[in-house]
Nanobody
Framework: QVQLVESGGGLVQAGDSLRLSCTAS????????MGWFRQSPGKSREFVAA????????KYGESVKGRFIASRDNDKNTVYLQMNSLKLEDTAIYYC??????????????????WGQGTQVTVGS
């Protein structure tokens, strides 16, 4: 069982930056790819980013490509999501998730085994 705790959310202005963190209760550095998803009211959960166990490979959703950066520190059992040039439409609850390593980075929620409770990000004009 892996417990994930997100932090770093808050209220920012459009154009600002914010960094989310997700700390795991167990070592994820050898077994789990990590992902970030977001969900806003009335919408389905959207893929944001994913990063491999080693941290060498990443994948991003089209709406955040070029603005968000995923990274991880396996010594700290922590993954990060650096969010730059934030837009109003980035407002959502952001979730981190862990997936047992499979071939290719998973981008759909059903392929992830463990989820955090989410952290709210609100972008104002």
């Amino acid at each position: 069982q892996v417990q994930l705790v997100e932090s770093g959310g808050g209220l920012v202005q459009a154009g600002d930056s914010l960094r989310l963190s997700c700390t795991a209760s167990a070592r994820t550095g050898t077994k789990y790819d990590m992902g970030w998803f977001r969900q806003s009211p009335g919408k389905s959960r959207e893929f944001v980013a994913a990063i491999t166990v080693s941290g060498r490979d990443t994948k991003y959703g089209e709406s955040v490509k070029g603005r968000f950066i995923a990274s991880r520190d396996n010594d700290k059992n922590t993954v990060y999501l650096q969010m730059n040039s934030l837009k109003l439409e980035d407002t959502a609850i952001y979730y981190c998730a862990a997936a047992l390593v499979v071939l290719g980075l998973p981008t759909t929620p059903n392929l992830y085994n463990y989820w955090g409770q989410g952290t709210q990000v609100t972008v104002g004009s």
